[in-house]
């Protein structure tokens, strides 16, 4: 079997407790990868390869630095389907959105950032009268840490590594023990791609004792966190009289809110999609589903008829349009919700099952590489002819519930929505913002007037007006309320790994 190895001053390792955990298959329940148990010690020993990483790295020229970063996008794109396949057995989602969003996503993140850092420029001013000018130098802040959730491994994981590699910084990086295979096969590529010793470093194990550690490392200046709101005040209150720098995405339970004059086909389509997408475990999912009144039966038929036809299946079948639930342990905190639900009166208009195992689609058998194979990504294990009794939900509509219920505020993250109609504006943007959460929402109107109105009293930090996970890379991305603090994405990621110091001279 497969152990997934830390990447520690440019090696794959093993752990210092010499101990593994178990990584599951979620649509088959089982074991079939073990991963380093890794604590204090490991995070040590990565904090010690990256602090000697940093002087070379930060004052290696963009240029190198860009180059260096487009060999590994190479790298990611010749192994794309093999990574694709990784995704979908690790997390559990269809392998058609591993291939079409998350690999790619993976690859757009290294460019994005790897040629900003070459366009990067920094602010002089001129101070007339004082004979003098004042310049911005923008350094990087040193050795940051990096932790991420298991929703959407790769692209989530790069998406902080890239900007703080490109920007200058050196990594200690853990990706969710739930889903570390990616983050395993991209330590392998770093190799191949011939990134210097230390630049990043890949801790797997379990959050408590690993995150924890980079978290409360004193030389680790910086953290980008990715992850479950009641982590995110852990790690700020750990954090924060250190005085580290903090990114923190957190939470979410987004509106989608649908006026009648909406382009309905348009908004029926994507509102499926921004429901259920990856098993309804994206951030920016839909979770709370407003509809004007006079659309209300309209939608609600047409609705569910198109959710009960989504096709649970085999993540690995190229026609599964709902996938397994990651871990067992999420699989039930699901399932309890759906009871809550009902126990609030709340009404299933479809799904609110454990899904009948899907037929496989014939899986592949892992070729079982030894632990410190250092050559091109590996196959994903999934034994073929397995029977797939792991967790699997049927995507759940329920409706008849208050906005103010438990159901409608506190964060699923599954195959689970509800549907409340709505009369006015005023009405919908109170429910709306009833939330201590405050990610994304949704706006589906033709009314341009209205929906910048809208836009502009949501609660939250992107807006969507008429469409659904629309993403530039160049714009801010993050929470206000308890859905995080500062902003990813663009030129803001690179600001946050780079510290700003004002030179003033005197001419
Ligand atoms: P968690 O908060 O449980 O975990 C996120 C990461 O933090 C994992 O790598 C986890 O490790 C690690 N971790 C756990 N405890 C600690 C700790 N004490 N100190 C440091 N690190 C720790 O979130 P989930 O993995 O369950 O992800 C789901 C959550 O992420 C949802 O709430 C979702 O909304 C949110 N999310 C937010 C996004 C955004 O952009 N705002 C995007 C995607 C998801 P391990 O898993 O190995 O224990």
Not at 317 to 330: E, F, K, L, W, Y
Not at 489 to 505: P, Q
């Amino acid at each position: 079997m497969l152990n997934i190895e830390n990447y520690i001053g440019g090696e794959l390792v093993r752990p210092a407790s010499g101990e593994y955990l178990d990584n599951f298959d979620p649509s088959t329940g089982e074991v079939y990868s073990l991963i380093a148990d890794s604590d204090d010690r490991d995070v040590h020993l990565a904090v010690e390869a990256a602090t000697a990483a940093f002087p070379a790295w930060s004052s290696t020229s963009a240029e190198a630095r860009h180059d260096i970063l487009m060999r590994l996008v190479a790298l990611i794109e010749r192994d794309l389907e093999t990574l694709a396949l990784a995704e979908s057995v690790d997390q559990g989602k269809p392998v058609s959105l591993a291939r079409a969003v998350d690999i790619p996503r993976a690859v757009a993140n290294f460019k994005f950032y790897a040629t900003a850092a070459m366009h990067t420029a920094n602010e002089s001013h001129d101070s007339i009268g004082q004979n003098a000018i004042n310049y911005t130098l923008r350094q990087p802040v040193g050795v940051v840490g990096c932790i991420s959730p298991w929703n959407l491994p790769l692209y989530l994981f790069t998406w902080k590594i890239a900007p703080a590699i490109a920007a200058g910084c050196t990594v200690v990086a853990k990706p969710s023990e739930v889903t570390p295979m990616t983050a395993y096969l991209l330590s392998r590529l770093c190799i191949e791609a011939g990134l210097p010793a230390g630049v990043l470093n890949i801790v797997h194990g379990l959050g408590p004792k690993v995150g924890s550690a980079i978290v409360a490392h004193k030389d680790v200046k910086a953290i980008s966190f990715t992850g479950g709101t009641k982590t995110g005040e852990e790690i700020a209150r750990v954090a924060a009289p250190m005085f580290k720098k903090l990114s923190l995405e957190l939470g979410g339970k987004n509106p989608n809110i649908i006026f009648a004059d909406c382009n309905y086909e348009e908004m029926l389509a994507t509102t499926v999609r921004s429901s259920f997408s990856n098993q309804g475990e994206i951030c920016l999912c839909g979770s709370r589903i407003f509809v004007e009144r006079p659309l209300y039966d309209r939608f609600k038929s047409d609705f569910v008829a198109q959710v009960s036809a989504l096709k649970i299946g085999d993540p690995l079948d190229p026609d599964t349009d709902v996938g397994a639930i990651a871990s067992q342990q999420h699989f039930d905190k699901i399932m309890s919700y759906i009871d809550l639900a009902k126990a609030e009166g709340g009404t299933i208009l479809t799904g609110g099952h454990k899904s009948e195992p899907p037929a496989s689609a014939g899986g592949r058998e892992h070729s079982a590489s030894d632990a410190d194979s250092q050559g091109s990504a590996e196959p994903p294990a999934r034994a073929g002819g397995s029977d797939l009794n792991g967790w699997f939900i049927e995507p759940t509509v329920i409706e008849g519930l208050p906005h103010d219920c438990r159901t409608n505020q506190e964060e699923i993250f599954g195959p689970v929505v509800t549907i409340m109609p709505f009369d006015t504006e005023n009405e919908v943007l109170t429910y709306a913002n009833s939330v201590r959460y405050g990610l994304s929402a949704t706006v589906w109107t033709e009314n341009l007037s209205r929906a910048h109105r809208m836009a502009a009293k949501l609660e939250s930090g992107i807006v969507w007006i008429n469409c659904w996970l629309l993403r530039d890379l160049r714009t801010p991305f993050g929470g206000v309320k308890d859905s995080g603090v500062g902003r990813e994405g663009g030129f803001e990621a690179l600001r946050f790994f780079t510290e700003e110091k004002n030179v003033c001279v005197k001419l």
